[in-house]
């Protein structure tokens, strides 16, 4: 099973909207990240938060992390029609050498 | 380095024959993934690399699938006796052994079993 699962499951907004999209997790984490994946290409990471890590920022993403929650959210500020993809988030655990995906958040930005 | 590479893009082949992929990953990047992905889900794990040794493998996948990485650069994922259910998007991925970087993944190759 996914450890990672992504809610909403799909979301419209307008152009210029923020966009805010959560992750809930299971096990303790070393870190999570978030990508996003064009319809039939393959996933580009966005951006890392460590566990000993609440919030970072890249350009218009911003992301948290409460790990007493186990949960973290990605916020696309001002959004654009060339966001719209689908985002992962993904969970490195402690003990494991590789990272394990959620299904995914459809996000569609109306022009 | 032009990212991680994936060959071919497309594969469509007839049920119960073999196919062979191929990953060349960023140079630098000691490890090596391969994750399945059907429409509408996530990347699911498949198996991984530090250099030529495989680490980890999924309990989910078969016997039908063998995975290597011989001198430690490129990959190959091979599946036998193709069935109908192995259509799916096959991605690599590779990283640093360093765990503050996220995954560069390819663009992946499409089997679709026919």
């Known amino acids: 099973s996914q450890q990672g699962e992504e809610d909403p499951q799909a979301l419209s907004i307008q152009e210029g909207e923020n966009a805010t999209m959560n992750c809930s997790y299971k096990t303790s984490i070393n870190n999570l990240q978030w990508y996003r994946q064009n319809s039939g290409r393959g996933l580009v990471h966005l951006i890392l938060?460590?566990?000993?890590?609440r919030e970072k920022h890249s350009g218009r993403l911003r992301v948290t992390l409460d790990t007493s929650k186990k949960s973290s959210s990605l916020l696309i500020t001002a959004s654009r029609a060339a966001d719209t993809a689908s985002y992962f988030c993904a969970t490195k655990n402690t003990n494991a050498g590789k990272s394990t995906f959620g299904d995914g958040t459809t996000l569609t930005v109306k022009p | 380095d032009t990212g991680v590479s994936q060959n071919p893009r497309h594969k469509i082949t007839k049920r119960g024959q073999n196919v062979t992929f191929r990953c060349d990953p960023i140079?630098?990047?000691?490890?090596l993934y391969w994750y399945r992905q059907t429409l509408g889900q996530g990347p699911e794990f498949l198996t991984y690399?530090?250099?030529?040794?495989?680490?980890?493998k999924s309990r989910l996948l078969s016997d039908r699938f063998s995975a290597e990485r011989p001198k430690g650069s490129f990959s190959t994922l091979e599946i036998q006796r193709t069935e109908q259910g192995d259509s799916a998007m096959y991605l690599c991925?590779?990283?640093?052994?360093?765990?503050?970087?996220?995954?560069?993944f390819g663009s992946g190759t499409r089997l679709t079993v026919v």
């Open positions: 991925a590779s990283s640093h052994t360093n765990e503050n970087y996220g995954y560069t």
């Open positions: 690399f530090q250099n030529e040794a495989q680490l980890e």
């Open positions: 938060i460590r566990s000993n890590e």
């Open positions: 140079s630098e990047h000691n490890r």
